[in-house]
């Protein structure tokens, strides 16, 4: 190869890597540590369906997996490279703290975003709109809260629905008693074996539950919300530049009608692991999705 072309080849790697440095410098917070490692670590859950759950072959997917996935591939784009995914299970419990410490640098399931986690953690735009039901064996005389005066009630350990049975129980006098499980599969796993009388979460979890379990004729959701539970994808706090990243790339996927069919894909179809939920999305889920489509001002 002529001196001359070998020149410009290497004057040109030189300008790239040049280049390369200085965008690296540049970056900060899980970008910048996403450059360096050259992989995102994406935390989820195992048993809530259908947000982030494992799959027959032990893979996580669900909805909120499916945008996490879109929001790596905008980090890709804004970094210019490719990253490896890596998984980290974590449960109700464990999830605020594995955010905040590093661990994971997304939390893809089913997190409600309040004003109490926003102290710990940063919260993407609203995913989806759920409220605390109730999960009951089909023939029980049970129909809402007012009915469990003395009854077992299971819950998943660090959820929000833990903290508003409690509420209830001690504003209306109700004296349930409280069964506190690991995760949401073991929650549904104490009810399904006569251990206690309801189940309290997020009706579409339960729903989701139902349809992985093909349980709709043994089991079924009632009473009326019993709490507003909006999701968000955590990340860790006080990083602007991935917050702002995960705000375009959210308003994108409004645009181009992402989260729409992934809606579809997730609630209106059969899922997976068998029957589907077969949700129509709430007018305040899409409303929030057409407000995305708007430009900031």
């Known amino acids: 190869m002529p001196f001359k072309w070998t020149q410009c080849l290497l004057t040109g790697a030189a300008a790239v890597l040049m280049a390369s440095a200085g965008h690296a410098q540049a970056l900060t917070g899980t970008l910048k540590k996403a450059w360096d490692t050259g992989a995102v670590t994406l935390g989820y859950r195992a048993s809530s369906v259908p947000f982030s759950y494992l799959s027959a072959r032990g893979e996580p997917i669900g909805y909120a997996i499916d945008i996490c996935r879109a929001l790596v591939a905008s980090m890709e784009d804004a970094l210019g490279r490719e990253l ?170 409004a645009e181009e009608g992402d989260l729409e069919r992934l809606y579809t894909r997730w609630f209106l179809r059969p899922l997976p692991s068998g029957p589907g939920i077969n949700l129509p999305m709430s007018p305040q889920l899409a409303t929030i999705f057409q407000s995305l489509v708007s430009k900031p001002e």
């Open 84 to 253: 490896v995914l890596r998984w980290q299970p974590v449960t109700a419990e464990s999830r605020m703290q594995a955010v905040s410490s590093g661990q994971v640098d997304m939390e893809c399931g089913s997190t409600t975003h309040n004003v109490e986690r926003e102290k710990q953690v940063a919260f993407s735009p609203v995913t989806f709109v759920s409220g605390t039901k109730l999960m009951v064996r089909k023939g029980s005389a049970l129909r809402s809260f007012r009915d469990l005066v003395g009854k077992r009630v299971v819950v998943t350990d660090g959820t929000t629905n833990e903290k508003t049975m409690r509420a209830l129980s001690d504003k209306f006098k109700l004296g349930m008693q409280l069964v506190v499980a690991h995760d949401h599969a073991e929650s549904f796993a104490e009810l399904k074996a006569g251990q206690v009388d309801a189940f309290a979460t997020d009706d579409v979890l339960l729903y989701g539950l139902l349809a992985q379990n093909k349980a709709q004729a043994d089991f079924v959701v009632v009473g009326e919300f019993l709490s507003y539970d909006p999701y968000g994808i955590m990340f860790r706090k006080d990083d602007a530049a991935l917050a702002q990243l995960v705000d375009q790339s959210f308003r994108r996927q």
